[in-house]
């Protein structure tokens, strides 16, 4: 079975929903916003979201949707107990891109699996065209058998016999 965080309905807006935002914003709330010159621009614009007011009916209607998405990520996924695909769907981007541009690219297959709250581990696994490493991920709804077959998959790669 082939998937893709899109066939799965990805939701880059429930993974930085407000309530997490406001999580953030109040466990910076003793230095934030008075010392904001202190913050990177990126950590200070999800702080100042996080300020933004809600009310629990709209957390507890976000937490419903992240919810009824879970649901449907599991029906969407089967009865699979492993899905292996490259961590990041991209290369290596240059060190002097801006990370914030990039980061839904970046992370959209461990934020997907972190949202769903199953384990992952990547497995280093060769090099890319220009020679820079590559990771496979592996997730699954439990642990040992995200083990399991992360450790089958690294031997298989250090044994030439096994390839």
């Known amino acids: 079975m082939r998937l893709s965080g899109r066939r799965l309905g990805h939701p880059l807006e429930l993974l930085l929903t407000a309530s997490r935002l406001a999580a953030a914003a109040h466990v910076h709330r003793k230095t934030f916003p008075a010392q904001r010159a202190l913050y990177g621009a990126d950590v200070a614009h999800k702080l100042e979201r996080g300020l933004e007011p809600q009310t629990v009916a709209q957390q507890l209607e976000r937490m419903a949707e992240a919810e009824a998405w879970k649901a449907g990520c599991r029906e969407r996924l089967g009865g699979a107990q492993v899905v292996v695909m490259p961590t990041i769907p991209i290369g290596p981007p240059p060190v002097d891109v801006d990370e914030v541009s990039l980061r839904g690219t970046v992370f959209a297959h461990t934020q997907l699996f972190n949202h769903l709250g199953w384990p992952s581990i990547t497995i280093p696994c060769g090099t890319d065209r220009d020679g820079m ?31």
């Open 133 to 163: 490493p590559v990771g496979m991920m592996l997730s699954g709804p439990g642990d040992d058998v995200v083990l399991g077959a992360a450790l089958a998959l690294e031997a298989a790669i250090r044994d030439p016999a096994l390839r």
